[in-house]
């Protein structure tokens, strides 16, 4: 997990990484803001990366979230 001078993923540091030392000694994996998201995906080699609400999307199929999630989650949209 990347920390500032310790980032080993070329995305480079986001504020969210601070936030993720403490979830992850919480038994978390990662948290995603938007900006650490969008530069995951850019490495990743996505473009058109933009932040979405929920139910909003350009495949339907994947519009499967529930509101009650709504306050907690992240949507992302972007194209390989």
């Given at each position: 997990?990347?920390?500032?001078?310790?980032?080993?993923?070329?995305?480079?540091?986001t504020p969210i990484m601070s936030v993720n030392r403490?979830?992850?000694?919480?038994?978390?994996?990662?948290?995603?803001?938007?900006?650490?998201?969008?530069?995951?995906?850019?490495?990743?080699?996505?473009?058109?990366?933009?932040?979405?609400?929920?139910?909003?999307?350009?495949?339907?199929?994947?519009?499967?979230?529930?509101?009650?999630?709504?306050?907690?989650?992240?949507?992302?949209?972007?194209?390989?």
């Open positions: 997990m990347p920390y500032g001078a310790d980032d080993k993923t070329n995305i480079g540091y403490i979830f992850y000694d919480h038994g978390h994996r990662f948290i995603y803001d938007f900006e650490t998201m969008r530069a995951v995906l850019a490495a990743a080699g996505f473009k058109d990366i933009e932040k979405r609400r929920i139910g909003e999307g350009g495949d339907q199929r994947l519009l499967i979230d529930s509101v009650v999630r709504e306050q907690e989650s992240l949507y992302v949209e972007a194209q390989k």
